[in-house]
């Protein structure tokens, strides 16, 4: 599933985006196929998922050290 939405995320993490919204901004991709590739991208290991809200369930989107 390694696709040129997907190495953008990676580049967007290491320019400084964290969050959903700033993806899906920067990308201009669908919320779907958005949550497609984060959702690869955690499971690969390759991001992981740090909850930033505890009034609502929200993520940023980190590269694993």
């Known amino acids: 599933m390694l696709r040129r939405s997907t190495l953008l995320i990676v580049r967007d993490v290491f320019l400084g985006l964290h969050r959903f919204d ?25 991001l992981e998922r740090v909850r930033y809200s505890d009034e609502r369930e929200r993520y940023d989107y980190q590269h694993t050290r």
């Open 22 to 46: 700033q993806f899906q901004e920067s990308l201009g991709v669908a919320r779907n196929v958005l949550t497609d590739r984060l959702n690869w991208l955690v499971g690969e290991g390759i």
